[in-house]
Structure formats: structure tokens, C-alpha cells
């Protein structure tokens, strides 16, 4: 019963689904893992928005982006894990390909409803790709702290932030890897990033 998938809010008449460029039609409300394609994935995430597009240089910085770096610090911070947790971490911010990335007061702001939607959505991703519908509060926890860590690095490096600033929201992390300044990419050198880690990191969990 821990796999499965949550269905709080009633459906409508009205249509609650989404076509993506897959073809797929995913419901919103109720998505089946049969409904989901990691092209989608990639390509909504590398076109939605950090800091509600607050941020620094050329380019504007993508959850697509701050997924992969969040994989990347993660693998750093915890080599020995296994391989399909590196998968639950690229993808910890993967509904947001169909909901958006909202800041978080907004999101405690919109109660358990966005949160309904949210958990619905990661269930099935997570299922779709072989994972746990409910990660393991272990390595739950290991993909939050690395994810908070990053976002105060994102805070100061592309969002205008001073460490000050940063540090009345976000505790200063402590991580082993050695801090390199984010620069914002295009959306497709994304894109294709976050498709090409996807594969490496399937062929090894394979």
C-alpha cells in the first residue's frame, strides 16, 4: 500500500490533463507512470524557472539546471549509495515540468492543495523509472540537504543575493565538493545535459 498513488481531490468534468510534445496526454490530477517520457521531463524542466526568473546573466536558470547540479553534489557528497538514488535525485524537482516551480512562501501560501498535486505527480515519475513511489526517509533526507545547500549557493551566485542574505533564509552549507560558480545555460545545452546524465545514470542502475 506505500506505492500507492494518492487521490485526494475529485475529478472534474472538465478536462485535467495535458498534452506534451511526446504525444502523451498526462492527467494531472491522477497521472498514470504509463503517461510520462523523460524527453518531457527534460524539456519542460529546461523552460521552467528558478527564483521566478530573478537571476543573473544570459541566460535564465532552469529547475533542468539546478537538477543536474543537485545530482552532481549529491554523487560528490554520497559516492558509495547506490546509483538509483543518483536517479531519485536528478529527478526530485521533476513535477515541476507540468506545475511550474513556485517559491516557497507561495507554496505554503496554496496549503496541501499544490502539495497533493506535487506528491501525485512525483509517485508516478518515480514508478515510471523504476524508483520507490516513497523514497526511503534516508535518502529523502540526503537529496533535501544537498538541495537546500544548492539553493544557497544559487541565492548569492545567481539570484543577487549576499551571504548575509542568503544565511537569514538558508543555513550555510557544509559540503565536501569545491563551490564553482553557477553560470546560467540555454535551455537546450540543458536539455540535453539533463537527457545525456539520465542515460548514464540508467546504465549503470541497469
Known amino acids: 500500500m506505500a506505492n500507492k498513488i494518492i487521490r485526494p481531490l ?3 468534468n472538465k478536462r485535467a490533463w495535458q498534452r506534451m510534445l ?10 498514470s507512470p504509463l503517461d510520462i517520457e523523460i524527453e518531457d521531463i527534460a524539456l519542460g524542466l529546461s523552460r521552467v524557472t528558478r527564483w521566478n ?18 545530482e552532481q553534489l549529491f554523487n560528490i557528497e554520497y559516492p558509495d549509495l547506490d546509483k538509483k538514488w543518483n536517479l531519485a535525485a536528478l529527478l526530485h524537482d521533476s513535477p515541476e515540468y507540468v506545475i511550474g516551480d513556485l517559491i516557497t512562501p507561495f507554496k505554503y501560501a496554496l496549503n496541501n492543495s499544490y502539495r497533493f498535486v506535487e506528491d501525485n505527480l ?5 514508478l515510471r523509472f523504476g524508483l520507490p513511489a516513497i523514497l526511503p526517509k534516508h535518502i529523502e533526507s540526503k537529496i533535501k540537504k544537498i538541495d ?4 544557497w549557493i544559487e541565492a548569492i551566485d545567481v539570484a543577487g543575493y549576499s551571504e548575509k542574505e542568503a ?17 546560467a545555460q ?21
Not at 526568473?53 to 543537485?70: D, E, I, N, R
Not at 512525483?122 to 518515480?126: C, H, V
Not at 537546500?148 to 539553493?151: G, V
Open 10 to 12: 475529485k475529478k472534474l
Open 22 to 31: 511526446s504525444g502523451r496526454k498526462l492527467d494531472i490530477l491522477s497521472p
Open 53 to 70: 526568473g530573478q537571476t543573473t546573466g544570459k541566460h535564465p536558470y532552469s529547475v533542468a539546471q539546478h537538477s543536474l547540479l543537485v
Open 122 to 126: 512525483t509517485k508516478a515519475i518515480y
Open 148 to 151: 537546500k545547500a544548492l539553493a
Open 167 to 183: 544565511s537569514q533564509i538558508i543555513k550555510k552549507p557544509n559540503l565536501n565538493s569545491e563551490h564553482k560558480v553557477i553560470i
Open 186 to 206: 540555454s535551455a537546450n545545452d540543458v536539455k540535453n545535459n539533463f537527457l545525456k546524465r539520465f542515460q548514464e545514470i540508467i546504465l549503470k542502475v541497469s
